[in-house]
């Protein structure tokens, strides 16, 4: 099964998918079919380790998944990672341009 028959799946259910969890095995399975935004925030160099703020935007079938870490003070982030399911690209770009640009 992939990401979007899933998604399907559960938006016929009734479920509201747009921040659903992923189960960790179709997580990790399935690649994108395309990286529609990607913008990273790393300030100091290739080898540091700490966690930098992004965002981007993947296609899985005709869903769109953005997801990212705002920014804080300085070049790392605390922040938790955020992400939504849409099948809308204007407003998945949107949102992640939105993410980033904050702050």
């Not at 079919?33 to 700490?50: D, N, P, W, Y």
């Not at 703020?53 to 990212?68: A, I």
Request: charged content about 30%; glycine content about 6%.
């Amino acid at each position: 099964m992939t990401i979007s028959e899933w998604l399907d799946n559960r938006e016929s259910e009734g479920k509201d998918v747009s921040h659903i969890v992923l189960p960790d095995d179709l997580a990790n399975e399935e690649d994108p079919e395309e990286t529609i935004f990607f913008k990273e925030i790393r300030t100091c160099s290739i080898l540091c380790t700490g966690i930098h703020p992004f965002s981007t935007v993947e296609r899985f079938g005709y869903w769109y998944h953005c997801r990212g870490r705002d920014k804080e003070n300085g070049p790392h982030t605390t922040q938790p990672q955020w992400w939504m399911f849409t099948k809308d690209k204007e407003l998945a770009v949107k949102t992640a341009k939105s993410h980033i640009e904050k702050g």
